[in-house]
């Protein structure tokens, strides 16, 4: 089946360490992008990448790091420096190019930092 | 760069149509109307988009007005499992193909 995978579900992890959350596409979308959900709230973008080797900061990409290194593959790093780090991390891809591409977004990932 | 603004909660009959409003009065002519909807712990669903025209798809209907300062999500006939968060966002034309997503409409669907 064609998709986003995110993995794990949930995840707990205890303070100070570092974690890294996958995703993972076989959609052959050239863009990914890494959300943030806090609790009764909207979307907050961290990191987003239109091709393989590049990546742009969104607007609260402190305390988070990514690589793009394979086309399918965009893992979220989530740092000691990011001081709230317990939410709910949606992966998306799209298409690149042109305005009308929609984003497709992976089931998410519950991180618990204790 | 354009905002939405869009009701926090609304309550719909089963059976009945859900009319979803969102505000972009700041919309610029390139940028288009996004819905998309999230059910509690899962990720956001793509519901459907436009730019002047109205749209029409298998899931719902996209009524923008014709200054397009306003458009209106519809939903036919609401089921239970349409309850959920609704999100109205406008494209940034000028930031690749992200999306921003506002707080979003709460739309209980009650028996």
């Known amino acids: 089946d064609g998709g986003i995978t995110q993995s794990p579900k949930y995840l707990f992890r205890k303070e100070g360490q570092n974690v890294t959350l996958s995703c993972e596409q076989n959609?052959?979308?050239?863009?990914m992008y890494w959300y943030r959900q806090d609790p009764g709230q909207g979307l907050r973008l961290i990191y987003y990448?239109?091709?393989?080797?590049?990546?742009q900061k969104g607007d609260i990409a402190e305390g988070y790091s990514v690589s793009r290194e394979k086309k399918e593959s965009f893992p979220l790093t989530v740092t000691s420096a990011q001081k709230n780090p317990t939410a709910f991390y949606l992966c998306?891809?799209?298409?690149?190019?042109?305005?009308?591409?929609?984003?497709?977004f992976g089931p998410g990932t519950r991180l618990t930092v204790l | 760069d354009a905002k939405t603004t869009q009701p926090t909660s609304m309550d719909c009959a089963e059976g009945r149509a859900a009319n979803l409003p969102c505000n972009h009065s700041?919309?610029?002519?390139?940028?288009?109307v996004y819905w998309y909807r999230q059910i509690h712990s899962q990720g956001p669903q793509y519901i459907i988009h436009?730019?002047?025209n109205n749209e029409t798809n298998e899931m719902a209907s996209l009524i923008i007005t014709e200054d397009r300062k306003s458009s209106t999500l519809i939903l036919p006939h609401a089921t239970l499992r349409d309850t959920a968060v609704y999100y109205c966002?406008?494209?940034?034309?000028?930031?690749?193909?992200?999306?921003?997503f506002g707080g979003g409409t709460r739309l209980m669907v009650k028996p």
């Open positions: 998306a891809s799209s298409r690149a190019g042109g305005l009308t591409d929609t984003q497709y």
């Open positions: 700041t919309i610029s002519g390139n940028e288009y």
């Open positions: 966002i406008v494209r940034f034309h000028n930031a690749g193909n992200m999306l921003t």
């Open positions: 959609l052959n979308h050239d863009a």
């Open positions: 436009g730019l002047k």
């Open positions: 990448s239109q091709i393989v080797n590049d990546f």
